[in-house]
């Protein structure tokens, strides 16, 4: 109670951004990033195709063997979305905020989290490199930064 004998306000507290927690071959994508701090690609073990996102079989010529390797992270915006609004409370300080689907220079497409740009900034084929952030034992956060020229 305060002095006015009312009850105060309830205090607010943070929001926590939601971490997914990947499993299977999707865990794998992940892991090797929160390992090496590098973005790592599934490579078909047959015929060399990157692919994502992560898959049994290879799209090109079906072989089940691959693995995860390391790659630069650079490419370019292919596609974008600003967002405006958010329904998750841990975003609002963020809004707005971009969205990419980056080319990667190994070929497949990755969604990410723009930053270091304010959203008027961002266009379709900026240079970028993709760089995944850990977020505890089993998920990295893929953030969009831009190249310096």
């Known amino acids: 109670m305060t002095d006015s004998g009312t009850s105060a306000p309830p205090v607010a507290r943070a929001a926590k951004k939601y971490v997914p927690t990947p499993e299977g071959i999707n865990l794998e994508f992940h892991q090797g990033a929160i390992e090496t701090g590098l973005l790592h690609v599934q490579r078909c073990s047959a015929c060399g195709t990157y692919r994502h996102p992560p898959r049994w079989y290879c799209p090109s010529c079906h072989s089940p063997e691959w693995s995860f390797e390391a790659v630069s992270g650079r490419g370019t915006i292919y596609s ?4 405006h609004f958010t329904v998750d409370r841990a975003w609002i300080d963020e809004v707005p905020f971009v969205t990419a689907v980056v080319e990667l220079e190994e070929g497949p497409r990755i969604v990410g989290a723009v930053r270091g ?3 008027e900034d961002v266009r379709i084929g900026l ?3 993709v760089t995944p952030e850990a977020r505890g034992d089993s998920f990295a956060f893929l953030w969009v930064d831009p190249v310096e020229p």
């Open 117 to 119: 740009l304010g959203a």
């Open 127 to 129: 240079p970028v490199v």
């Open 80 to 83: 974008m979305a600003i967002n």
